[in-house]
């Protein structure tokens, strides 16, 4: 399990998360739902060791990760999507691919096959520059970087926003299908409702920083779920 306990993360004198907790099971979505500003981002960023949080604690299969840096945390198994994509414009599909190798053993600096599998179009693409790639196919070479590195957890950060519905559909697809292979962690940031509730084995909204609802798949109540995500 990924279990974050009692996370406090201030941004100066802001405190943007208040003691939150949740959890994320292997082979299993963890949806974190919520307006703008309620701290789904920083969140994420805490756990990816993008952002120290002040008072909490974060552990992966039982090993309590400190505060770790974001070095630290990819080493431990834990692999981000940032909103935004952050994929290098100026190198190539290979190349943004490789970049994942930075927090491998070298006897795994390596492609799998799996990752054309699962992302056809990033092998006909593979020494096109990433900048000229569209938003969908930016945001399937940013999964597919994050899958370079083996990971155990899988952060992903609004990977719908701004992409064409049938990207959406693929993406959505890749989800499913890493789930159903039963070994990372999926933690969804997603605003599009109807993508997230699809895709969720557990839902957790916040609301100024702390879990507001939570349910599993079989016990989700959707017109109360979409009154939680609407405050």
């Known amino acids: 399990m990924l279990d974050v306990s009692d996370l406090t993360l201030r941004y100066g004198q802001s405190q943007i998360l208040h003691g939150l907790s949740l959890s994320a099971a292997p082979g299993e979505v963890t949806a974190v739902m919520g307006t703008n500003g309620v701290g789904k981002t920083s969140l994420l960023k805490a756990i990816a060791g993008r952002h120290p949080f002040r008072e909490g604690r974060i552990t992966l299969d039982g090993q309590d990760l400190g505060h770790p840096s974001a070095y630290t945390a990819a080493r431990a198994g834990i692999a981000y999507v940032p909103q935004g994509r952050e994929i290098f414009p100026l190198l190539t599909v290979q190349e943004n691919l490789e970049a994942g190798y930075a927090c491998l053993g070298r006897g795994d600096r390596g492609i799998p096959a799996r ?110 779920l979409l009154e939680a995500v609407s405050i």
Do not use: C, M, W
């Not at 599998?117 to 006909?124: S, Y």
């Not at 969908?136 to 719908?160: F, M, N, S």
């Not at 049938?166 to 159903?180: A, K, M, S």
């Not at 100024?208 to 016990?219: C, F, H, I, L």
């Open 115 to 224: 990752i054309f599998e699962l992302f056809p179009i990033l092998k006909d693409f593979l020494h096109r520059r990433g900048g000229d790639l569209s938003g969908g196919q930016q945001q399937q070479l940013a999964i597919a970087r994050a899958l370079i590195t083996r990971p155990k957890v899988l952060l992903l950060d609004e990977p719908t926003e701004g992409i064409q519905p049938n990207i959406i559909q693929q993406i959505g697809d890749v989800i499913e299908t890493l789930r159903e292979e039963g070994e990372i962690r999926i933690v969804l940031v997603e605003q599009y409702f109807d993508f997230a509730v699809r895709l969720a084995d557990r839902v957790f909204v916040l609301t100024r920083g702390e879990v507001s609802y939570r349910a599993e798949k079989d016990t989700l109540d959707r017109e109360r």
